[in-house]
C-alpha cells in the first residue's frame, strides 16, 4: 500500500486560532481524506510552535511562564480542531521530549558532518517572524509581513553553512516538476535560490527557551530550526529509523506563502547535510485577507472558526455548522494567490450549493421515491446517461485534486449534482405514475447521489454521512474506495429510505 504523508505548518502558541489558521488545517484535512479515498495509508500532522522570543514576550506580557503561555493556547489549537472535524493523526508540541530529542539528534548529524561554525551575528530582526532580514528585505525598516520595525541584534550564534548546497538545491527544483505547487511558487523558490545564499544563524545565545545546543550548553536552537524539524519527529527520527524510513519519503508539507523561504531553500539544506535525500513535496497557499490585509491580532481583523461554526449574534454571523465552514474554505479560495474572505460570499456559496444544491437533491431524491417506488429503493441502469456525467465527475475531481486544487475538484463534484438536479427537473418523477419509468429515473438519481456522496467527503464529512446513510447505504462513507467505489452501477436498490430534516437550511444573509 501506497502513503502518504502531509502537514500543516505548527501554529504559533503566541496567538489563538483564527480562520486563517483554520483554512490551512482544513486544507490539509482534506488532502488526506481525498488520499485515504484513493486507498492509500495516510497520516495527518498538526501541532504548536512553542518556542523562541515571540513566545517569551507574549508570556511575560500575560504575566506567565513560557510553558504556562504554550499549555493554554496549544489546547485551544487542538478543540479548534476537533471542533472542525480535522482527522489528525499526531498533534506535536514542540516542548515535547520526544522532539527536543529528534532536534538535538538531527542538529548534532548536521554539526558532525561539518556544516556547522561558530560566528557572531548582526542584523535587523522581526521578532514576529522570528527572523533576520536584510535593509532591502525591509519597507523603511518595517517586516512586510507584519508591518513592525526589524530589531537590532547582535550576538554570538552558530551558523549553518546553507551557501554549500545552493547548486544541490537549484538543480532539484529546476529539475522535479510538480515539487511545488501551484508552479508560480516554485519559479518563487528558484529565485530565492538563484540569488546568493548566506549562510544562516541557527542558535541564540541571548534567550534560554528553547531546545539546548548538545555541544555548547550556552546557546539554544533558532525557534525556526527547532520548528522544522517537527516533521521528522512525528515519525520516528532518531528513534524509530523504520518508521521513518517508511514515511518520510511521501512527505507534503502545506503551508502559506509567507514561509517559503524556510521550508523550501533552509528545511531540504538542513536535511541534506543531516544525510537525508528523500525531500519534501510542497503545496503552498496565498494569504486569507480581511478588507484586503493579512489576518493578525495586532490589527483586530481576526475571525476564529467558532464564530462562524456556531454562529455569534453579537457580529451578525450565522451558524455554517462544520460543513458550510469546511466547504466554503475549500470551495472559494482559489489555491495559490491571496484570497479577500467575504461572510455574504460565504453565505451565497453555502444556500447555493449545499442548500439549493446537495441538500435538496437529498430532499427531492427521498421524498419522490418513497411516494412512488414503494417501500425500496430501485436500482440504476447500467446504461443511464448520469453514468456517462458521473464518470466525468470522477475523472476530473480526482485529476484536480492530485494538482492540489480543491476548489477545482470540487467544482467537478457539485457539476455532478447540479447536473441530476437537472435530471429530475427534466423528468419530473413527481408528476410520474409508479412503474418502471419512475423507477429508473430514482435509481439512477440515487446512484449519482451515491457517487456525489464519496466525492464529496473530505468537504463536507458530516453531511456526506448523513446522506448515504438516508439513502440506505451501511457503513462509512470515509471507507470507500477511488475508484472501484465510484464506478456506475454500485447502488444495489431495495434499501429502505430514510426521511429527515433538511441536511442544510437555508441561512438568512
Not at 142 to 150: E, I, L
Request: aromatic share 12%; hydrophobic share 40%; net charge negative.
Amino acid at each position: 500500500m501506497s502513503r502518504f504523508y502531509i502537514t500543516t505548518p505548527i501554529y504559533y502558541v503566541n496567538d489563538v486560532p483564527h480562520i486563517g489558521h483554520a483554512y490551512t488545517t482544513v486544507l490539509v484535512d482534506a488532502f488526506a481524506r481525498w488520499h485515504n479515498l484513493l486507498g492509500e495509508e495516510t497520516f495527518m500532522l498538526t501541532g504548536t510552535d512553542e518556542h523562541g522570543l515571540k513566545i517569551a514576550r507574549t508570556a511575560e506580557e500575560n504575566g506567565v511562564t513560557p510553558l504556562d503561555q504554550a499549555d493554554s493556547t496549544s489546547v485551544r489549537f487542538r478543540d479548534a480542531w476537533e471542533q472542525l472535524g480535522i482527522r489528525n493523526d499526531d498533534f506535536i508540541r514542540t516542548t515535547e521530549p520526544r522532539h527536543h530529542a529528534a532536534v538535538q539528534a538531527l542538529m548534532q548529524k548536521v554539526y558532525d558532518n561539518g556544516w556547522i561554525y561558530s560566528d557572531t551575528y548582526e542584523g535587523l530582526y522581526c521578532v514576529s517572524c522570528e527572523a533576520y532580514y536584510t535593509e532591502d528585505e525591509l519597507n523603511d525598516g518595517n517586516c512586510k509581513v507584519h508591518d513592525k520595525p526589524a530589531e537590532q541584534m547582535r550576538e554570538e550564534n552558530y551558523f549553518f553553512k546553507l551557501s554549500a548546497f545552493a547548486d544541490q538545491l537549484l538543480d532539484y527544483f529546476e529539475n522535479t516538476p510538480g515539487v511545488v505547487q501551484p508552479e508560480g511558487y516554485r519559479n518563487e523558490v528558484l529565485g530565492l535560490l538563484r540569488q546568493e545564499l548566506r549562510d544562516v544563524s541557527i542558535s541564540r545565545s541571548s534567550i534560554d527557551w528553547g531546545i539546548p545546543v548538545p555541544w555548547d550548553d550556552d546557546h539554544v536552537f533558532y525557534v525556526w530550526y527547532d520548528a522544522l524539524i517537527n516533521y521528522v519527529t512525528a515519525v520516528g527520527y532518531g528513534a524509530d529509523p523504520e518508521r521513518f524510513d517508511e514515511w518520510w519519503p511521501s512527505v507534503h508539507h502545506v503551508l502559506g506563502k509567507d514561509i517559503i523561504r524556510f521550508h523550501c531553500v533552509f528545511w531540504p539544506a538542513m536535511l541534506l547535510a543531516a544525510g537525508i535525500t528523500d525531500l519534501p513535496t510542497y503545496y503552498v497557499h496565498g494569504w486569507l485577507l480581511i478588507g484586503g490585509e493579512k489576518m493578525s491580532k495586532s490589527k483586530l481583523n481576526s475571525v476564529s472558526p467558532a464564530q462562524l461554526i456556531d454562529g455569534d449574534e453579537d457580529q451578525g454571523y450565522a451558524s455554517f455548522g462544520v460543513d458550510g465552514f469546511r466547504y466554503h474554505f475549500l470551495r472559494d479560495p482559489a489555491f495559490g494567490p491571496d484570497s479577500d474572505f467575504s461572510y455574504e460570499s460565504m453565505i451565497s456559496r453555502y444556500n447555493t450549493d449545499l442548500a439549493n444544491q446537495f441538500g435538496n437533491l437529498l430532499q427531492r431524491v427521498i421524498t419522490v421515491t418513497g411516494k412512488k417506488c414503494g417501500e425500496t429503493s430501485p436500482a440504476p441502469n447500467p446504461d443511464a446517461s448520469l453514468g456517462a456525467l458521473a464518470a466525468v465527475a470522477v475523472e476530473e475531481t480526482t485529476a484536480a485534486w492530485a494538482r492540489a486544487q480543491p476548489p477545482i475538484a470540487l467544482d467537478a463534484t457539485w457539476r455532478l449534482i447540479r447536473e441530476t438536479n437537472e435530471y429530475l427537473a427534466a423528468n419530473e418523477p413527481w408528476k410520474m405514475e409508479p412503474g418502471a419509468a419512475v423507477d429508473a429515473v430514482m435509481g439512477d438519481a440515487l446512484e449519482a447521489l451515491r457517487i456525489a456522496c464519496i466525492l464529496a467527503e473530505p468537504a463536507i464529512p458530516n453531511g456526506a454521512q448523513t446522506a448515504w446513510e438516508r439513502i440506505g447505504l451501511p457503513g462509512r462513507v470515509a471507507d470507500q474506495r477511488i475508484p472501484d467505489d465510484t464506478a456506475w452501477g454500485g447502488y444495489p436498490g431495495g434499501l429502505t429510505l430514510q426521511a429527515g430534516d433538511p441536511l442544510y437550511p437555508r441561512l438568512k444573509g
